[in-house]
């Protein structure tokens, strides 16, 4: 896939961008997590990069335009998270551990549409584990 010169400086602008995200109230079977929403380019790129603290009850939901094997990494990111793959259908295929500034790669197991990011042990607290439904409204 090739970008062009223009595309490339919209994509910098938008993962240097200030500007809030949009954010919506993200369910796992009752228990509610309040998310920014990363449905861009450019906000998926930046996602929780040189942040130092996620609240309890907050997080961050990557919205892909389909549904493929998704990897992320700890890159500049400063806050130890819980990231949770989920399929087109909001089931969670797989939960990982994400450490602090790691470049360790953590991929989805089997093609995820949907990516939560919440403070690490969210999900363990709760009981929750692969399979678990993510419900976020018109998303579906």
């Not at 309890?56 to 094997?69: E, I, K, N, R, S």
């Not at 806050?79 to 797989?94: E, R």
């Not at 551990?97 to 363990?124: C, D, I, N, T």
Request: glycine residues 10%; contains cysteine; hydrophobic residues 40%.
């Amino acid at each position: 896939m090739k970008i062009t010169a223009g595309q490339l400086k919209h994509l910098l602008r938008e993962v240097t961008s200030t500007q809030p995200l949009p954010r919506r109230t993200v369910t796992v079977e009752g228990y509610e997590v309040d998310c920014e929403v990363a449905d861009t380019d450019g906000s998926r790129m930046r996602g929780l990069m040189h942040r130092d603290e996620l609240p309890q009850g907050t997080g961050m939901l990557f919205v892909f335009p389909w549904a493929d094997q998704q990897s992320f990494w700890m890159r500049d990111t400063h806050i130890p998270l819980d990231v949770a793959f989920a399929d087109a259908h909001g089931k969670i295929l797989n939960i990982e551990a994400g450490q602090p500034l790691s470049e360790r790669k953590m991929l989805s197991q089997g093609p995820a549409m949907y990516v939560l990011e919440v403070p690490k042990g969210w999900f363990s607290f709760r009981g929750l584990e692969p399979g678990s439904i993510l419900n976020f409204g018109d998303f579906q």
